[in-house]
């Protein structure tokens, strides 16, 4: 018992010191000088990561569901080797896939027992509060802690799955307290300019009412306080309200469309690598809808390596056929989530946690290339994981003892790793 309280206590520390350096970036160093990909944060939250959930596996992952990803691993090099910018392209495709895949692995390993996701969301409340307060008495600024207001909206709205997993437990504390930090962190994203987080809820509330998680009267209640924070927010930040010409936040969303198609025809198959520049593939582009001159649109299109999308930004990174197979590998392990999720076979806390997570990451993802962040595709694919490898109510098993791991007796055969405990 003694070495698997000490084996708990080390994965534990480990796992959360992961979670903390993926919300804080602390420690924080440069691996390659000039280099905008976090390549740090990457290996701070992969190699603890898979360490960890490799030693916890209970049996190997089946071939069936390595492969794929061992496929879209090599993909994504190939990609990165015929680009015209091989380096950036292969440092930003590394912070792409391995926090995902470390996420993924870390929950099949970890968090299939009820106690230990207890404890995971009681770290994410911890990185919640940390993240959310430090910004409210430092400065709620985008550029607080090197993040642009929609990578700390996408980084808080996954970890406010902690703050909602503790709400959706019994006492009125809990509850209440889960209202306040849920709140705070709307106030630091409201102040920080996140018209995303502003808007999301006449998104997210027809699509409860529509899966019966919602009543219509509370959510004619839901619109009616959205409509009212959504005006004090036009009215507080009034170039945020979206027009139709020369605007860049709209042009620069909606031509990707038309863009994406012309880069795709040229480089369809490998894509032109994630960090590569697209002016050359857009020579002969011609903005579709009017909102812009072709130069005005060039001159954004020079500025931002990547669209303001990630499905288009895959798209033209990594072309279409391992695009694909990146959402068929997401999409079915959401869906399976979402399908056990609508037979009640998760319970209500994790189910309400990681659904509101989940969904209004996948909603970003429209309107920011987020995974391309370590720290958000470390913590929507641990989430995704989670919810996708859930099992209900089982019992973890320990160690066998010492005596029968040395003769050999039918324990040491069928040792499990150990399973974190509940802790009080």
Known sequence: MRLLDHNTACAKALLAAACLHATFFIPYAVFVPGERTNLFTTLAVTLPALWLAIGY????????????????????????????DQLPSTFRALAFFCPAVAGLVCAHGLFQRPESRVFLFHVLTACFTGLTFSHLIFGALPSFMGLHHHALAGTLVLLSAGPIHMGGQEGRFRRAAAVCLLVAGGVVCFIAGSRFVILLPFVLIPVYVAFQSLSVRRAALAILASVVVAGVFFVVFPGKIPRAVNYESTFYRVEAFPATWAIVKQQGLLGVGIRTPRRSFLESFEPVFGMVSRDG?????????????????????????LSLLYFLLIGRLLGGYLRRAWRQEIDHATERAITFALLASVIHFAVHDGLFYPQISWFFNLLLGVGAYYLPGAVPRS??????????????????????????
């Open 57 to 84: 596996l209970r049996r190997p992952l089946p071939w069936r569901t390595l492969a794929p990803w061992l496929l879209l691993g090599a993909g994504l090099a190939a990609s990165a080797f015929a680009s015209s």
């Open 297 to 321: 649109f060039l001159e954004v299109v020079d500025r931002n390596v990547t669209w303001d999308n990630q499905y288009l930004s895959l798209l033209c990174g990594i072309g279409v056929p």
């Open 399 to 424: 160690l066998p003892s010492k005596h029968t791991v040395e003769t050999g007796g039918p324990s040491a055969q069928h040792m499990d790793a150990p399973q974190f405990r509940a802790s009080n």
